[in-house]
């Protein structure tokens, strides 16, 4: 059974979880996960976990950067229920804001921001999707919450589509920055596109096209080649070398006398990856085994 990771680029069209099934489908597994979730209208980085690799989730989660890249297009006269084109139309005027009053909007949203969330979103609400309480008609107070933008720069203007590229923490809703923006303007507003070209460390560059890897496996190509090591993107982790003696008590939950800083360590026996351990007081103990 293959372990390991799939950096992919998940197209429009499907939820991440199907993208998922069908990558793990090619591997021969059954266990798979995923970072971050990508809605059946985004597309982009999608760092898929198979097999064993889905025990290092928590970990690579944990030491990579807290900041996802985006970007992503909206076009104003019109807002919809799920903020997207996916959505009902709800609101329309024929406010379309200046280049010059949407720059100074992206501005006031840079920095520390109370972001509303979009009611269609997977926050729980009273222990419930919100989507799912959308989706029942039910109108939802969605709490306020602090998020993080770095960047929202507007690239480009084609008619009534306006792009912007943004650099945010986990937890902000593209959506809502769009919907933000137009507020900012007097204006409504609905996103056309959304692409994620980075998340948690892991670049658009570096990943592979899901259309591309089923060719491959449905033509006897090397689809395996694609197929990153289960220590992939733990890389900030430091690491600690077990000689086979030591690497079989390890994997078998002993606790070893071993020195060092107290902290997290990536564990390895034979230059193979066994693990990540913790190391507290000197002694080395097992947090996840491979």
């Known amino acids: 059974m293959d372990s390991g990771w799939i950096i992919l680029d998940k197209p429009t069209g499907m939820f991440s979880r199907r993208a998922g099934g069908i990558v793990a489908r090619m591997f021969g597994v059954r266990t798979f996960g995923h970072i971050g979730t990508l809605d059946e209208m985004a597309s982009g980085v999608l760092p898929i976990a198979l097999g064993g690799a889905t025990k290092m989730i928590p970990f690579v989660e944990e030491s990579c950067p807290d900041v996802k890249e985006y970007e992503f297009a909206l076009k104003f006269g019109f807002e919809t229920d799920t903020l997207d084109v996916l959505g009902h139309e709800v609101r329309c005027d024929n406010i379309i804001p200046s280049r010059a ?56 203007i084609t008619d009534n589509e306006w792009t912007f590229r943004t650099r945010c923490s986990r937890g902000t809703y593209v959506r809502a920055i769009a919907r933000d923006i137009a507020a900012q303007c007097g204006a409504i507003a609905t996103v056309t596109m959304i692409r994620r070209t980075e998340s948690i460390g892991f670049s658009i560059k570096n990943t592979v096209r899901l259309d591309f890897l089923e060719k491959l496996f449905n033509n006897g190509g090397d689809f395996r080649q694609y197929l990153k090591p289960v220590d992939f993107g733990l890389g900030d982790i430091p690491v600690q070398n077990l000689d ?20 997290l360590c990536r564990v390895y026996s034979d230059s193979g990856f066994i693990g990540i351990g913790y190391i507290s007081d000197g002694v080395l103990r097992p947090k996840r085994t491979i």
């Open 244 to 263: 086979r003696k030591s690497a079989e008590l390890y994997r078998n939950g002993g606790f070893i006398n071993i020195g060092g800083v107290d902290g």
């Open 101 to 156: 009053a949407v720059i100074a909007a992206t501005k006031k949203l840079i920095g520390d921001t109370e972001q509303v969330p979009p009611m269609f979103s997977a926050i729980h609400v009273g222990g419930v999707r919100a989507y799912d309480l959308a989706r029942l008609g039910k109108i939802i107070d969605m709490p306020p919450r602090v998020v993080h933008i770095d960047v929202l720069d507007l690239l480009s």
